[in-house]
């Protein structure tokens, strides 16, 4: 039985996509991937969801490119302009998981300390889990087994009991490993076909 459903955020209730920040500043899209795929990178922005500052990320690589400064510096100086709106049809399922009883709905998330209010603001759904466990707060992230045994503890979650919920293939491998029972999400669609036949909706 099923009684703690743990969602992680962006990809899954949030879409945040660099690329709508940094299409109004490159020419064409080439630009934007070379940009995110040699520059701005995922593991180099996943440091600053781990803990480290936003400052000291953005200094590191505009040493380094320093011809790409304004673009570097963009890139947490204008980060709101990389969120997208809510995905609403997961939005959907949380609200129907929230409303029953029978679960306790917390969420798992990569994001920097210091973006993290940003997305508070903005999205009024974070205030209905009974607990959010924020990376960049903790200096811990995911994939990191230490993170969702953080997450159990601090929820006192049984892990045969629960279900996360992730749309990165990593992190969903890494929370089976740590004996949560995992689902891969793709589509609002999806994930509700998948808790149809888990019996959580």
């Keep these: 039985m099923i009684k703690t459903i743990i969602f992680d955020l962006g990809g899954v209730l949030i879409d945040w996509n660099p690329r709508y920040l940094y299409r109004k500043l490159f020419g064409s899209d080439?630009?934007?991937?070379?940009?995110?795929?040699?520059?701005?990178?995922?593991?180099?922005?996943?440091?600053?969801?781990?803990?480290?500052?936003?400052?000291?990320?953005?200094?590191?690589?505009?040493?380094?490119?320093?011809?790409?400064?304004?673009?570097?510096?963009?890139?947490?100086g204008r980060w709101a302009e990389m969120?997208?709106?809510?995905?609403?049809?997961?939005?959907?399922?949380?609200?129907?998981?929230?409303?029953?009883?029978?679960?306790?709905?917390?969420?798992?998330?990569?994001?920097?300390?210091?973006?993290?209010?940003?997305?508070?603001?903005?999205?009024?759904?974070?205030?209905?889990?009974?607990?959010?466990?924020?990376s960049g707060q903790e200096g811990l992230k995911k994939p990191d087994a230490a993170i969702y045994a953080l997450v159990l503890e601090r929820f006192q979650i049984d892990a045969e009991s629960a279900i996360f919920i992730d749309d990165n293939q990593r992190n969903v491998d890494s929370a089976i490993q740590c004996g949560i029972p995992s689902i891969h999400f793709t589509s609002p669609d999806e994930l509700r076909k998948a808790l149809l036949d888990l019996g959580v909706l």
């Design 30 to 76: 080439a630009e934007v991937e070379e940009f995110l795929a040699n520059i701005c990178t995922s593991d180099w922005n996943e440091e600053q969801d781990g803990g480290r500052s936003t400052a000291e990320g953005t200094r590191i690589l505009v040493e380094k490119f320093p011809e790409q400064r304004v673009a570097i510096e963009a890139f947490y």
């Design 83 to 134: 969120l997208g709106e809510s995905i609403a049809g997961t939005v959907r399922i949380l609200q129907e998981v929230c409303n029953d009883p029978r679960y306790q709905v917390v969420a798992l998330t990569n994001w920097s300390a210091e973006t993290w209010p940003i997305a508070v603001e903005r999205f009024d759904f974070l205030q209905w889990f009974e607990g959010i466990l924020v």
